[in-house]
């Protein structure tokens, strides 16, 4: 079974905090992913990455960055966190082809006080 | 712009009544369709996927899905849901590399 986990489950932090989400797969993925999910708006794409030290913007990437330094994690960085930031963190991988299952981590769900 | 729009953000069923969540989807290449599932407190897990072929595909736990081109729809469907069912469901199409998501259907099953 592929396995996604996520550093943590919860996690708060102050306005103005650089705040680190983990990611790690087992599966020997290519491609990783980080979204967030918040109620209404379904899953928004943050970024992703298709190799080492690749990444692409997706939907939604201001006021975040990430590090892909090993396949196996890849990491969400909030440089400077903010209220509006408070949301569920989804990570997923995949196999590089496109049609292929993403599997997702538990989630990280972050208050930004 | 790639879309794909849930019409129903909540459905309320009792056991046995039979489940269709809408999906329609916006984007001008070759499909891939997919509905995710995530139950209370667990993860988002496949449910079903269609790349090409049958346009009825059926996933797990009794739920199928049809592609119909002609309406760019992706539509769920279980003949006769459980109380296990209850959940958020996702319906997702995949350009190059990137997924688009809708933005779910919370389905409410009672016993």
């Known amino acids: 079974d592929v396995k996604v986990t996520q550093s943590s489950r919860y996690l708060v932090k102050r306005t103005g905090e650089k705040v680190f989400l983990e990611c790690v797969q087992d599966m020997d993925h290519e491609n990783m992913f980080w979204y967030r999910q918040d109620p209404g708006l379904g899953l928004r794409l943050i970024y992703f990455?298709?190799?080492?030290?690749?990444?692409e913007k997706g939907d939604i990437p201001e006021g975040y960055s990430v590090s892909r330094e090993k396949k196996e994690r890849f990491s969400l960085i909030l440089e400077s966190a903010s209220t509006n930031q408070t949301s569920m963190y989804l990570c997923?991988?995949?196999?590089?082809?496109?049609?292929?299952?993403?599997?997702f981590g538990p989630g990280t769900r972050l208050l930004v006080l | 712009a790639q879309s794909v729009s849930q019409h129903n953000h909540h459905v309320i069923l009792s056991e046995a009544a039979s489940l269709e969540l809408g999906c329609n989807y916006s984007?001008?290449?070759?499909?891939?369709l997919f509905w995710y599932v995530q139950y209370p407190g667990q993860h988002l897990q496949l449910l079903l996927k269609?790349?090409?072929?049958?346009?009825l595909v059926k996933g797990i736990k009794g739920f199928e899905a049809e592609f119909i081109k002609s309406k760019f729809s992706f539509n769920l469907r279980k003949p006769s849901v459980q109380w296990s069912d209850t959940a958020e469901y996702f319906c997702a199409v995949i350009g190059t590399y990137k997924y688009i998501f809708g933005t779910g259907t919370r389905l409410k099953v009672l016993a």
């Open positions: 997923a991988s995949s196999l590089w082809d496109s049609q292929e299952t993403q599997y």
């Open positions: 984007y001008g290449g070759t499909v891939n």
């Open positions: 990455s298709y190799d080492v030290k690749m990444k």
């Open positions: 269609y790349f090409s072929g049958d346009p």
